[in-house]
C-alpha cells in the first residue's frame, strides 16, 4: 500500500472553520525515557525533532463539546512562540503548516487522529474582491 506512516493533510482539511489556541506550548513528555522524577522530552521517531504539545479549540460549530479541543503536537528545535492575541477577541486564533495525521484505536476502542505539525503561525490575511465597475453592474443587473 502507497500509505504508510503519518498521513499529509491541509490546514482547510483538518480545520476548516479555523483554531483558536486554548492552552500553553509545552514539552511532550517521553513516558520510555522519563524515570525517577526525571523529565526527557520526546523526540519524533521519523524526524528526531523535539515535540512540543498546544490545545487548541476546532471552530466547527457543529462539533459537540467534548470534541472541540483537541492536542496538537508541533516538531521544532525550540519552543514554538504562539502569535499574538487579537484584540476583541477571546481566543487567538492560529494556523497550522506541515500538518501530518496518524489514525490509531484510542483507549475507549474508537477510531482517533494523532496532529503533528512544523509551523505554528497567525492565520493569513484573505484579500476581499475588489468590487470593479463590471461586477457592480453585472450585480446590479442580475437583482
Not at 526525571?38 to 504539545?53: P, S, Y
Not at 466547527?60 to 470534541?67: C, E, F, G, M, V
Request: charged content about 15%.
Amino acid at each position: 500500500m502507497a500509505l504508510q506512516g503519518p498521513i499529509p493533510v491541509t490546514f482547510a482539511m483538518v480545520f476548516p472553520h479555523g483554531c483558536y489556541i486554548v492552552g500553553e506550548v509545552e514539552p511532550v513528555k517521553d513516558f520510555d525515557a522519563s524515570s525517577n522524577g526525571r523529565f526527557v522530552q520526546a523526540r519524533d521517531k521519523q524526524t528526531a525533532e523535539l515535540v512540543w504539545q498546544v490545545a487548541v479549540m476546532d471552530g466547527d460549530p457543529t462539533l459537540k463539546p467534548a470534541q472541540k479541543t483537541v492536542a496538537v503536537k508541533i516538531l521544532a528545535p525550540v519552543q514554538p512562540v504562539p502569535p499574538q492575541p487579537m484584540p476583541g477577541l477571546p481566543f487567538t486564533p492560529v494556523e497550522f503548516h506541515g500538518i501530518t495525521v496518524t489514525p490509531y484505536v484510542n483507549a475507549a476502542g474508537r477510531l482517533a487522529f494523532s496532529i503533528k505539525v512544523q509551523e505554528m503561525h497567525a492565520p493569513r490575511q484573505t484579500a476581499q474582491p475588489t468590487q470593479t465597475a463590471s461586477t457592480t453592474k453585472a450585480g446590479k443587473e442580475a437583482a
